[in-house]
C-alpha cells in the first residue's frame, strides 16, 4: 500500500498564492497530476507532467497553476497564484506506484476573506 504526506492547504486570502505537496511513499513513474472537487462538483483535472517534465493543463488553470515534480524526494507539487473564490475546493494529487495509480486523501483549499 502507498502512502502520500500531503501539506500546503487551508485559508487563503483571494489574490494570494499556494503550494501544495504530495510525497508518495515509494518512487513514484510516469506522468503525475492533480485534480480538484469543487463544492458539490465532479472531480476534475488540474493538470499533470510527464516523466519528462512535460506540462498538461486544462485551459482555464493554464495562466494560474503550476505542477512540478521532485522524484528523488518522491513528491509533486502544485502552485497556484491569484487565487480566486472559486478555486475554493479539495485537491487531490494521482500517481502511479510500481505500476499502479494512486490518489492522495485531499487537501482542502479554502479562498476567502
Known amino acids: 500500500q502507498v502512502q502520500f504526506v500531503e501539506s500546503g492547504g487551508g485559508l487563503v486570502q483571494p489574490g494570494g498564492s499556494l503550494r501544495l505537496s504530495c510525497t508518495a511513499s515509494k518512487s513514484i513513474d510516469g506522468y503525475v497530476g492533480w485534480y480538484r472537487e469543487l463544492p458539490g462538483k465532479q472531480r476534475e483535472l488540474v493538470g499533470f507532467i510527464t516523466s519528462f517534465g512535460e506540462e498538461n493543463y486544462q485551459d482555464l488553470m493554464r495562466a494560474r497553476f503550476r505542477i512540478s515534480r521532485d522524484d528523488a524526494k518522491r513528491t509533486l507539487y502544485l502552485n497556484v497564484n491569484s487565487l480566486k473564490p472559486e478555486d475554493t475546493a479539495v485537491y487531490y494529487c494521482?500517481?502511479?506506484?510500481?505500476?499502479?495509480?494512486?490518489w492522495g486523501k485531499g487537501i482542502r483549499v479554502i479562498v476567502s476573506s
Open positions: 494521482n500517481a502511479r506506484v510500481d505500476g499502479v495509480r494512486y
